[in-house]
């Protein structure tokens, strides 16, 4: 696919999903010094980054999927909020202090603040989605790529 044609799906994919989005194609760093490109799924968590506080986890629906944004000291980070186990919505263990992680109401399986670390009976850790943002600081999140759970949007 060349490159206007890949841009043009990128804006198609925005603007069916209701999000008019101004800036496709924005990126996330991957602290590697190399960049990742939101793609044509993308949509928007309706939460500028500026307004996203240091150590906060926020539930957010994104294409009809449970995710939590969460901001620690390397950046913001989209994490999915289904438990591993069996796909139950995992909770923060602590409204005010979110960086006690997430803990599964069904079974009772726990995870860090980066959902690392799952506890029995989850059997990975949660699943990290590419963030990325327009140029007015609007998150967006693209549910189709999953990364490295060390990679952050850094603000
Ligand atoms: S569904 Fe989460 S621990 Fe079973």
Redesign the pocket.
Known sequence: MDEERRRFCQYAGLVILGTALPSCGSSASTGDGGQLACGPVSASAGINIADIPLNSAMAVTINAEPIFICRDSKGVYALDAR??????N?NLKSAQDPTQGFM??????TYDFNGDHPTA??PLPLAHYLVCTTVGGEVVVDTQQEVASTIRFRV
């Not at 438990?83 to 139950?88: E, K, M, R």
């Open positions: 438990c591993t186990h069996v796909g139950t995992v599964c109401p069904l079974h009772f399986a009976p989850a």
